[in-house]
Every structure is written in structure tokens, then in C-alpha cells.
């Protein structure tokens, strides 16, 4: 009787985690049409089908033509189109032109994922010992690149679909969400001592180089808002003559907002009655005032706390307070594709899932980062300027990929992500 090795386990949960993945991805492209997996609403979005296109790319340019012999490339002009913005593998399509590529089309990327897969798995199943242990670290960062293209998919089309003046649903909602919200419940005041305190991944399991090394950082005593913030909560910013208010805003965001003459976050409207809509990936339907605000950039979360009198929390009093908490809360799920509302409990409520969390830190390295090897030292270390941190994903996330060491980052004015408001006060 043959017994399996613990190496042999290991491959065998790779190959089963990669089908799951890369399963999920095509499952997120099945509502649209491919005349809707080509639409690019902005530069800083892309086409639903760049996105298959460009996770299979990632696989294909850093794991399987590195370490596969013999390995045929599907079509060699597909390094120039999905090749996202790693210099040292060459030149690109620029970002804001990627709808531009109608050649290939969804059906030949469909071909191309098929035929990464299998190669993949034959990389998976019969490579030697030293090829899998120099391929198991990349596939790893592979399945987590294509889990935060997941998430990506589904802001971008989002993004696209609110373009037309019909309000398209990504998909229809299930029956059972049209019911009323429950009220959010009241909002609550998390002390916490601050102190020397370790932030950063403590080294169980996977974690990018920005999350790396775990260091200590030292912190006063703080408080954290029970929830993140609610639609209601910021109409009420709103209907005060927020963003009319100039002392509450950073100077660029105040220009910002009147250069787009923002009143309202991303995909609200006000309708002819007077009352607020929401446009979401399962089409238009009224605000939700029990609901995190979401859609809002770092400006709108910053002067919204500036006029509660509140300030946002930095990442590191975001990771120590959420450093015993589960990661556990409400993530990718086709049926609930938007923030619902937070439940009533003792302590910090979603603090993981619904919304992602400005922060009020700087995208930096940690002291003593160091970014991975080879053309995947590319993957981060070189945007840590300009942008800020957001904390605890969203409802878009998929699930299984977030930890409390997570460092997600954008630039202030970006609004299209699931992107929410949690209040902190010094103590």
C-alpha cells in the first residue's frame, strides 16, 4: 500500500486551491456579455477580460516560463498586452488604453486561461523537488494576485455599468435582499491603552513584502467608533453643508471636489422627490441609511471626521485593535454584492469585510522592508509614494485572503473601491 507523502499533500492542496481561484474568476465574468468584459470607463480601471487575461499572463511570465521546460507560450503578442506594469519584463499597453484591446477576444483569452491551467497543473504534478520548491512561493503569490483581481473585476465593471443611463445590474438581486434594512445599531467607543505594540505579519502562512518585517511601534491611548460610519450618519455631513465647508477639508481635496463638484459620494443620486439612491451591482435601488457609506475617497473620509469632531485612525492603531478579533465578516458573495448593515454586539463590528478603511498612514516601507526577488520585486515596494493605506476589506474581497497585517493602498482621490469611513479620538 502506497502512502502519500506530506510533499505530495502539499501539491495535491496547490492544484485543488488554483482550480478554486482561477474557477471563481470565470464565475465573476459569466453575468456579462463580451461586448461588457471590454469596457474601460476610466484609466484607472480595466476591461473584465484584461483582468483574466493578465492574472493568466502573471502565471505564465513568472512561473511557468521561468521554471517549466519546454514551456510554449499561448501567443507570444500577449506579453506586450497584459503585461501590467513590470519594467523588467519589458514594454506594455498603457493602463489607460487597455479597452482599446478588442483583439483578442473574450472566447481566445478563454482559450489562453484554459491552456495556462493546464500547464499550471502539470508544473504543479510533476515537477522535482527543487523546481516545486522554487515555484511553490510564486504560485502562492499568483492565486493571491488573482484574488485582489477578483475584486477588481467587480469595482470596475461596477464602475462601468453606472456609466449608462439605464443603471445595468452586474446581476440581479436575490429576492430576499429587497426587505428593509435593520437600523444600525448605535455607536459605541472602543478604548485602547496604545503602548509598544507589534504590527506586521507575523510569518504563519502567506503575506506580501509590504506587510514585512513585523516591528514594534509605539502608540497613545486611542479610541475607535464601534462601526464604520453610516450612509445616514454622512447625509447628515451632507444636509449640514459639508462639502461646502472649507475649514474641514485638505487643501487638495477641497480643490478636488470643487473641480468635480462633488456633493455625494460615488454612485449616489438625489431623485426628483428629494430622496437618495444608490446605484449598485445589482442595479439602482434607494440609499440604505443602516449601511457603511462607501465609495468615498480619503478627502471625504478625512473632512467627514474633521466635522464630527473625530480624526481617522492610523493603520497601526487599526492592526492593534484587531490583533485578537477573527478574521471573519461579510466578503465576496454573489448574492450580497454591497455593505449591509453592522450587527449589534460588544466591541469592534466589522472590522473585517463590507468596507475597506481609510487610514490616516502613508503607504511607507516598514523599516527593514525588502522586496521580493526577480521581476515580482516589482509588485509593490516600487508605489509606496502618494498613497494611502486602507485596512479590513470589503464585500468584494474574496474570502480567505485577508489577515490584520492586510495593507491595501490608493491614491486620496480614489473613490470607485468599496471604500468606508472608521472614526478614532485620542483618549
Not at 124 to 141: F, I, N, Q, S, Y
Not at 350 to 357: I, K, N
Amino acid at each position: 500500500m502506497n502512502e502519500r507523502s506530506p510533499r505530495d499533500d502539499a501539491r495535491a492542496a496547490a492544484a485543488e486551491r488554483y482550480r478554486a481561484v482561477r474557477a471563481l474568476s470565470e464565475r465573476l465574468a459569466e453575468p456579462l456579455s463580451a461586448e461588457d468584459q471590454g469596457l474601460q470607463s476610466m484609466p484607472d480601471a480595466s476591461p473584465t477580460r484584461w483582468h483574466l487575461a493578465h492574472t493568466s499572463w502573471f502565471f505564465e511570465a513568472l512561473l511557468l516560463a521561468p521554471l517549466q521546460p519546454g514551456y510554449a507560450v499561448f501567443d507570444p503578442r500577449f506579453h506586450y498586452f497584459f503585461n501590467s506594469y513590470y519594467e523588467s519584463l519589458g514594454p506594455r499597453q498603457a493602463r489607460p488604453q487597455r479597452g482599446l484591446i478588442s483583439r483578442p477576444g473574450s472566447d481566445e483569452i478563454r482559450r489562453y486561461r484554459a491552456h495556462v491551467d493546464a500547464a499550471v497543473q502539470r508544473l504543479v504534478a510533476g515537477g522535482d523537488a527543487a523546481t516545486w520548491a522554487a515555484a511553490a512561493p510564486l504560485l502562492e503569490l499568483g492565486l493571491n494576485h488573482e484574488q485582489q483581481h477578483q475584486e477588481l473585476i467587480l469595482t470596475d465593471i461596477k464602475h462601468a455599468l453606472a456609466q449608462n443611463a439605464f443603471d445595468p445590474a452586474y446581476r440581479a438581486a436575490p429576492a430576499a435582499s429587497a426587505s428593509p434594512a435593520a437600523a444600525a445599531p448605535a455607536v459605541a467607543w472602543c478604548d485602547f491603552a496604545g503602548g509598544e505594540v507589534a504590527v506586521g505579519d507575523a510569518g504563519a502562512g502567506f503575506a506580501y513584502d509590504n506587510e514585512r518585517p513585523r516591528h514594534a511601534v509605539l502608540l497613545r491611548p486611542y479610541r475607535l467608533a464601534s462601526r464604520p460610519v453610516t450612509c445616514g450618519e454622512y447625509l447628515d455631513f451632507i444636509d449640514d453643508g459639508g462639502y461646502a465647508r472649507a475649514a474641514l477639508w485638505l487643501s487638495d481635496g477641497w480643490t478636488l471636489a470643487g473641480e468635480q463638484r462633488g456633493q455625494a459620494p460615488l454612485y449616489w443620486r438625489r431623485e426628483a422627490d428629494g430622496s437618495w439612491s444608490e446605484f449598485t451591482l445589482h442595479g439602482r435601488r434607494p440609499l440604505d441609511p443602516a449601511a457603511p457609506v462607501c465609495h468615498v475617497s480619503f478627502y471625504e473620509a478625512a473632512a467627514y471626521a474633521a466635522w464630527a469632531g473625530a480624526r481617522l485612525p492610523t493603520e497601526f492603531e487599526w492592526e492593534a485593535a484587531v490583533a485578537d478579533l477573527p478574521v471573519a465578516g461579510r466578503w465576496l458573495d454573489a448574492d450580497v454584492l454591497r455593505p449591509l448593515p453592522a450587527t449589534p454586539g460588544p466591541g469592534l463590528r466589522q472590522a473585517f469585510g463590507d468596507v475597506w478603511e481609510w487610514t490616516r498612514s502613508a503607504y511607507d516601507p516598514y523599516p527593514g522592508f525588502q522586496p521580493l526577488t526577480g521581476a515580482a520585486a516589482e509588485y509593490n515596494g516600487k508605489f509606496m509614494v502618494g498613497q494611502l493605506v486602507l485596512r479590513g476589506g470589503s464585500c468584494a474581497s474574496p474570502a480567505g485572503h485577508l489577515r490584520a497585517s492586510y495593507r491595501n493602498f490608493f491614491p486620496p482621490a480614489a473613490r470607485w473601491q468599496f471604500s468606508g469611513i472608521r472614526l478614532a479620538r485620542d483618549a
